[in-house]
Structure formats: structure tokens, C-alpha cells
């Protein structure tokens, strides 16, 4: 009876992300919504990604969870940033003067980057809205530097709390890190190459995939469920995918087109 009822209901490790699962037919989970890397708004008006503009417009369409990108400068500066260019040229081949410091960084709308402390303020004002904290791993940057950086500033702002922050990055080394030091956080990896049951041997609790990666392994997602971990999907944006995340369960959708997720869900949105 215990097993039955285990199988009714799972937590998903923090009190923001308690989703309600049921092995019976006809069971309506609930799916948050997760405004990729800002808010689509603000971007058409001409602003960046990750500016603390989208963050307000997230917190105010009252989103599940808003995705930011912290880079760590040369200069031991968290950096808010996920803009793909800086006077027309790639990011990558001009990386170690980009992030030589914040002040090296104005990005071409004429914007400057916020600070990690910056960001937090906001995040702060409306803490309704998870923070979905990207750890970005960046060549010659220390990793585990980013890491206990990034947890005094939540600490600081009051915010280190696993039903206000979730952590995802695509460098496998900062999950296995978050997972032995601080496992009562979701913590998601986002490279599609590591299957539910590998993450899970290495304590990390959830994945966060393109679409694309559980279009081509849909039983990834009753596998991870089966072991209690959080399925994302990120830049779903299309109708048709967002249908297809919708119909494959996952727990929640990260897209640049939040109201349409939202139409299509309807009274499925998962909202704190």
C-alpha cells in the first residue's frame, strides 16, 4: 500500500517544484513555465537577454521561473549576460576580452551587464518567481570559484533557498559539485548525452534537455520520474513542440513564448 501511494505522489526536492504524479488514467500533472533566459517582451523592445527588465516581466506575468546565465569574469565579477555577440563577432572568439571584467562588457544595444548582486536585488523584490540559475562554464574561468561565489551572493540576498533558486549548468563537474554540497537544491543538467539512471548514480537530481534530445529519448522522462527527478525542456517555442513536452509529461517547459505555453496549458500550469 506504501508503494502504491509512493507512486501517487513524489516531491520533487524543493517545496517550489512538489508536483503531483498519478500512475492512474486520465492524470492532469501540473507543468511550470520558465521564461528562457528573459522575457520575450523585453527583447523585442530591444533589450538583452538576461536583463534585469525581463526578469521584472517575468515576475510580473507571475511565471514559474525565470532562466539567467552567470559568467565569472577574469576580474572574480559574476557577470549576468547571455548575449551572443559583441560588435558582430562571436563571444568565442573574443572571449578572454569579453570577460576580462563587467566593464569590458557593453553589449551592442548599449546596455551594460548586470552583476550577479544587481540581478539578486530584483530577484529579491519578487521572490514569487524561481530563480533558474544557469552556472555557465567558461575556458580558464574556475568552476568551483563561480559556485561558492554564486552561493554567498544567494546567501547575502536571502535567497538560498531550495523553493527560490534551482541550479542548471551543462558542465557536469558544477552538478556533481551543487549535488554533494548542497543536495536539497534541484540541480539539473543540461547536456543530452548522460541518461536519468547515470545522473542519478552521481546524486544529481534533474535534467534539463532540448526538446529535440527527449523528442529522440521520450522514455527519459518516465525513467526520470520513475527515480524522482525533474524533467526540463528548454527553447520550446514552437506550437507543435510545446504540444509534444506537454503530451510527454515533463515537468516543466523553458521557452521565449510564455503565453503561449500558457494558453495551451491552461488550468495544467504549475504556479507558486
Same mark, same amino acid.
Given at each position: 500500500?506504501?508503494?502504491?501511494?509512493? =507512486? %501517487?505522489?513524489?516531491?520533487?526536492? $524543493?517545496?517550489?517544484?512538489?508536483?503531483? !504524479?498519478? /500512475?492512474?488514467?486520465? +492524470?492532469? *500533472? &501540473?507543468?511550470?513555465?520558465?521564461?528562457?533566459?528573459?522575457?520575450?517582451?523585453?527583447?523585442?523592445?530591444?533589450?538583452?537577454?538576461?536583463?534585469?527588465? =525581463? %526578469?521584472?516581466?517575468?515576475?510580473? $506575468?507571475?511565471?514559474?521561473?525565470?532562466? !539567467?546565465? /552567470?559568467?565569472?569574469? +577574469?576580474? *572574480? &565579477?559574476?557577470?549576468?549576460?547571455?548575449?551572443?555577440?559583441?560588435?558582430g563577432k562571436e563571444i568565442e572568439q573574443t572571449k578572454?576580452?569579453?570577460?576580462? =571584467?563587467?566593464?569590458?562588457?557593453?553589449?551592442?544595444?548599449?546596455?551594460?551587464?548586470?552583476?550577479?548582486?544587481?540581478?539578486?536585488?530584483?530577484? &529579491?523584490?519578487?521572490?514569487?518567481?524561481?530563480?533558474?540559475?544557469?552556472?555557465?562554464?567558461?575556458?580558464?574561468?574556475?568552476?568551483?570559484?563561480?559556485? =561558492?561565489?554564486?552561493?554567498?551572493?544567494?546567501?547575502?540576498?536571502?535567497?538560498?533557498?531550495?523553493?527560490?533558486?534551482?541550479?542548471?549548468?551543462?558542465?557536469?563537474?558544477?552538478?556533481?559539485?551543487?549535488?554533494?554540497?548542497?543536495?536539497?537544491?534541484?540541480?539539473?543538467?543540461?547536456?543530452?548525452?548522460?541518461?536519468?539512471?547515470?545522473?542519478?548514480?552521481?546524486?544529481?537530481?534533474?535534467?534539463?534537455?532540448h526538446f529535440n534530445v527527449l523528442?529522440?529519448?521520450?522514455?527519459?522522462?518516465?525513467?526520470?520520474?520513475?527515480?524522482?527527478?525533474?524533467?526540463?525542456?528548454?527553447?520550446?517555442?514552437?506550437?507543435?513542440?510545446?504540444?509534444?513536452?506537454?503530451?510527454?509529461?515533463?515537468?516543466?517547459?523553458?521557452?521565449?513564448?510564455?503565453?503561449?505555453?500558457?494558453?495551451?496549458?491552461?488550468?495544467?500550469?504549475?504556479?507558486?
Amino acid at each position: 500500500m506504501t508503494n502504491h501511494i509512493n =507512486s %501517487l505522489i513524489r516531491t520533487v526536492f $524543493a517545496a517550489s517544484m512538489i508536483l503531483l !504524479f498519478s /500512475a492512474g488514467a486520465g +492524470a492532469q *500533472n &501540473k507543468i511550470a513555465i520558465t521564461a528562457h533566459r528573459g522575457f520575450w517582451k523585453c527583447e523585442a523592445a530591444g533589450n538583452s537577454e538576461n536583463s534585469i527588465a =525581463s %526578469l521584472r516581466e517575468a515576475q510580473n $506575468a507571475g511565471l514559474w521561473g525565470s532562466e !539567467f546565465d /552567470a559568467h565569472l569574469t +577574469a576580474d *572574480n &565579477k559574476i557577470l549576468i549576460n547571455h548575449d551572443n555577440t559583441r560588435g558582430g563577432k562571436e563571444i568565442e572568439q573574443t572571449k578572454l576580452r569579453y570577460f576580462k =571584467s563587467v566593464q569590458a562588457c557593453r553589449l551592442k544595444n548599449g546596455e551594460w551587464p548586470s552583476t550577479l548582486n544587481q540581478y539578486l536585488k530584483q530577484g &529579491k523584490a519578487n521572490d514569487k518567481t524561481v530563480l533558474v540559475f544557469e552556472l555557465k562554464p567558461e575556458k580558464y574561468r574556475s568552476e568551483d570559484l563561480l559556485i =561558492s561565489k554564486s552561493v554567498r551572493s544567494l546567501k547575502r540576498h536571502g535567497l538560498f533557498d531550495p523553493s527560490k533558486v534551482i541550479f542548471i549548468s551543462f558542465s557536469k563537474h558544477m552538478c556533481d559539485v551543487i549535488a554533494q554540497k548542497y543536495p536539497e537544491f534541484t540541480n539539473q543538467y543540461l547536456n543530452g548525452d548522460i541518461s536519468p539512471k547515470d545522473l542519478k548514480k552521481d546524486g544529481i537530481n534533474g535534467l534539463d534537455y532540448h526538446f529535440n534530445v527527449l523528442k529522440n529519448h521520450p522514455e527519459w522522462v518516465a525513467e526520470a520520474h520513475a527515480l524522482g527527478m525533474s524533467v526540463n525542456c528548454w527553447t520550446v517555442n514552437k506550437e507543435e513542440d510545446i504540444k509534444a513536452m506537454i503530451d510527454l509529461g515533463v515537468d516543466c517547459i523553458t521557452t521565449n513564448e510564455p503565453l503561449l505555453v500558457r494558453k495551451l496549458l491552461g488550468d495544467r500550469e504549475l504556479t507558486l
